[in-house]
């Protein structure tokens, strides 16, 4: 009797079986003459080879549409294991998506200025996303990181923030330099979290698929088929501006973010951020996009305080 293995790489099988395996009985319904055990991570078919052909065809399709939705729904493994073996899903419901998140969740550009973000990106290299605190500035700059990646127009993600303590000394903290490091990028990891299932994104990780890691590790280096983020922008200086913005190599995609309402750089020194804004206002193929209250996507009350700091700040 002819054998197959199948190995879920970088997906839990526990996700992609299904519940009480709902995606295994599915697969052994269709394909009635194969011995189908599943242990682990690895699928296992026993039986003639014209059948087990078949079989990791359709293997393939739901492995393939598993690490494209984050998801498979009955619905999707019924018209995978049919003749056509064609699945789609809904235009009206993936119209706007940028990313299928963990769990199947739609990620998607929630307000104008995020959808301008989108748009911008599609027709220039260089992005400049500035405004407050709550616009979903990072969270849509890494979205479209990460659908960059998944539809191979990049081979990595680097994410990167100075780091500039917010009233607090990393030296004083615990650990080693990445344990140090780690709680400050912690946004980046909730919004890559959202988007690709744990093990994948370990999996990318530990690859260097996906790099998280302060400024200053940046210089020296060439970024050539990346989608890079800085984020926190406004605590740069304006040599490290300079070094970042030079790092951009070929097929690379840059995304600044920033809030210049939040500079914690010491007084007197002027943000990178600043610098950087008037000295590129004029070249082609960086655009500029400004969020403001009207972008909040947090709760109700971060809009209000949003208001309410602009009265200070303009007394």
Known sequence: MNERSISLNEINPKEFFGTQNSTIKHIKAFFPKLKIVARGSEIKAFGEPVILDEFEKRMEMLIKY?????????????QLLTASGKSEKNSK???????HGVAGKLIKAQTENQRKMVSKMESNDMLFAIGPAG???????????VKALKDKEVKRIILTRPAVESGENLGFLP???KEKLDPYMQPLYDALRDMI???????YIEKGVIQIAPLAFM?????DNAFVILDEAQNTTAGQMKMFLTRM????KFIVTGDPGQVDLPRKQVSGLKTSLLAL???KGIANIYLDDKDVIRHRLVKEIIKAYKTIDSD
Request: overall charge neutral.
């Open 135 to 145: 616009t979903g500035k990072t969270y849509t700059a890494v979205a479209l990181a």
């Open 66 to 78: 598993f690490d494209k939705y984050n998801s498979l729904d009955e619905n999707a493994i019924e």
């Open 281 to 283: 206002k004029d070249v």
């Open 93 to 99: 419901t993936a119209e706007g998506v940028l990313v």
């Open 175 to 177: 650990g080693d330099l």
């Open 249 to 252: 190599g070929k097929r690379a």
């Open 219 to 223: 210089r020296g280096r060439t970024l």
């Open 197 to 203: 299932p744990f093990e994948k994104l370990n999996a």
